[in-house]
């Protein structure tokens, strides 16, 4: 059995103007970068394989909450949103026939125009998932950590998510062959000591 824990990268300037970024590559902002400063990864997790989404956000995420860098892989990249990246959610929601719906709508074969359904976006994680040889972390994004939670609560977008997605938690699932098992609690980071 191998546990993975996923953490979310910190927030960037499109995440607080509630754009949708998917994969365009839009940096930490100043305030997450002095927050994830003040974090670190909490026993056992500061000795496992550390993994991150190749987008800087992700990157950087990891880089501080381990003073280490991460190996990367696109298997990890956020769902691509197509013509969607850059424009905002709730616009999105308002305006009649743009086919937008809210995740407990979605099905695993939803699809923004030109973007990823939740099935494709599964399709590039699961081989990632299995080729994982020892406990792990991954700083990735909400989409991939919805993917992965998803198959652990055999839940298939159809009503609301049986697990709510929160910042500088660690949100484990343990691998067992093809099966996934999630921890009922996520385990928060560490703050760091006052030097």
Same mark, same amino acid.
């Given at each position: ?20 970024? =998917? ?6 902002? @100043? ?17 496992? +394989? ?12 990891? +880089? ?17 949103? *197509? ?5 905002? *959610? ?16 979605? *099905? ?6 030109? =973007?990823?359904?939740? @099935? ?38 159809? *009503? ?13 699932? +343990? ?21």
């Amino acid at each position: 059995m191998i546990r993975l824990a996923l953490l979310r990268h910190g927030h960037t300037a499109w995440n607080r103007a509630g754009q949708i970024q =998917g994969r365009s590559d839009i940096p930490l902002d @100043a305030a997450a970068r002095d927050e994830l400063a003040g974090f670190t990864l909490p026993a056992p997790w500061d000795q496992a +394989e550390l993994w991150s989404s190749p987008l800087s956000r992700a990157v950087e995420t990891a +880089e501080l909450v381990s003073d280490t860098i991460p190996k990367t892989d696109a298997a990890l990249t956020e769902m691509f949103w *197509g013509d969607w990246e850059g424009r905002k *959610g709730l616009d999105l929601k308002a305006q009649p026939g743009s086919g937008f719906r809210d995740i407990e709508h979605w *099905g695993w074969g939803y699809r923004p125009p030109g =973007g990823e359904s939740p @099935a494709e976006v599964w399709s590039r994680i699961e081989p990632w998932l299995m080729r994982l040889k020892r406990d792990s972390v991954a700083v990735c994004h909400i989409g991939i950590m919805r993917m992965i939670l998803a198959r652990a609560h055999h839940w298939d977008f159809d *009503g609301p998510a049986p697990f709510r997605i929160k910042r500088n938690r660690l949100f484990v699932v +343990e691998l067992d062959g093809a099966a996934l098992t999630p921890w009922s609690d996520p385990v928060r980071l560490l703050r760091k000591e006052a030097s």
